[in-house]
C-alpha cells in the first residue's frame, strides 16, 4: 500500500464538489429505498409483475428509486475514480470502466423492467407473464456484460484501500456491492439489502465529507444555481410531455 495517502475530500473538476458529493450521498441511499420497497415480495419476475398488479404505486416507486440511484451512482464512481487515479491510475481505470458498465447495464434492465409493469396495465398480468418468460433468453448486447456488474466494485474497491481512498472496513463494504443480484425483474434478497446498505456505509461519509469541505456557496452562485435547477425542472417537464 502506498504511503503517502491522497487527499480523500478534494473535489475534481469533473463532476465537481457538489455533484459529486450530492450523488455519493443520494445514489446508495436511492437504490437501498428501491430494494426496501419490495422486500416484502418473492424475488421472480411473476412475483415482481403480480406485486405490480396489486401495488402498482407501491412498486413504479420501488423500480424508479432502484433506477434513479443507478444513474445517481455514475457521478460517484467517477470522483472516486479520480481520487483513486492520483496513486493507482491502472486500478482507477479498470475499476471505474466496470463499474460504470455495471450501472450502465442495470440501466437498461430498468428500461426491460418499465416495459414489462406497462404490459401488466395494458394485457394483463398473465400476458405479461407469458411475454417475459417467453422472451427472458432474448438476445442483447448487456448480456455480456454480466461481469462487469459484480467485478467493477470489487476492482473498485481494491483500488479505494490500494489507494488509501477508503478504510478498510469501508473498502469492504464497498465490495459487498458485488452481492446485488442482477438481471430483469429481480425482487430483494437478504443479499440486496446487505449491498445496498454497505453501499450506504461505504460512500455516504465521503459524500458528507465533500460537501463540508471548501468555501461555503456565494449568493451569486447559488443564484445561479436556482436558476439552472428551475431550467432543468423546466426542461424536464416539457420533454415528459413527448
Not at 62 to 73: D, E, N, P
Not at 75 to 85: C, D, E, F, M, N
Amino acid at each position: 500500500m502506498s504511503s503517502t495517502r491522497p487527499p480523500t475530500h478534494l473535489a475534481p473538476p469533473f463532476p465537481g464538489r457538489w455533484l459529486a458529493g450530492t450523488s455519493l450521498v443520494l445514489g446508495p441511499v436511492l437504490l437501498l429505498a428501491g430494494v426496501l420497497l419490495r422486500a416484502r415480495f418473492h424475488f421472480f419476475f411473476p412475483d415482481q409483475l403480480a406485486a405490480y398488479d396489486r401495488h402498482p404505486t407501491l412498486m413504479t416507486a420501488s423500480y424508479s428509486c432502484f433506477a434513479a440511484g443507478t444513474v445517481a451512482l455514475c457521478p460517484a464512481v467517477s470522483a472516486l475514480v479520480t481520487r483513486i487515479g492520483a496513486t493507482h491510475p491502472t486500478l482507477a481505470a479498470f475499476g471505474g470502466g466496470l463499474t460504470l458498465l455495471g450501472l450502465f447495464a442495470r440501466t437498461f434492465h430498468a428500461g426491460a423492467d418499465h416495459l414489462a409493469f406497462q404490459l401488466v396495465d395494458a394485457q394483463g398480468r398473465r400476458a405479461a407473464t407469458t411475454a417475459v418468460a417467453d422472451s427472458y433468453q432474448a438476445f442483447h448486447i448487456f448480456q455480456y456484460t454480466s461481469f462487469a456488474i459484480m467485478l467493477g466494485w470489487l476492482v473498485l474497491a481494491i483500488g479505494a484501500w490500494r489507494s488509501g481512498v477508503l478504510g478498510p472496513v469501508r473498502c469492504l463494504a464497498l465490495a459487498l456491492m458485488a452481492l446485488l443480484p442482477l438481471g430483469v425483474l429481480k425482487g430483494t434478497t437478504p443479499l440486496s439489502i446487505a449491498g445496498t446498505t454497505a453501499l450506504c456505509i461505504a460512500l455516504i461519509p465521503l459524500g458528507l465529507a465533500t460537501l463540508r469541505d471548501g468555501p461555503r456557496p456565494t449568493r451569486g452562485s447559488m443564484a445561479r444555481f436556482g436558476i439552472a435547477a428551475l431550467a432543468i425542472t423546466a426542461l424536464g417537464f416539457v420533454s415528459s410531455l413527448g
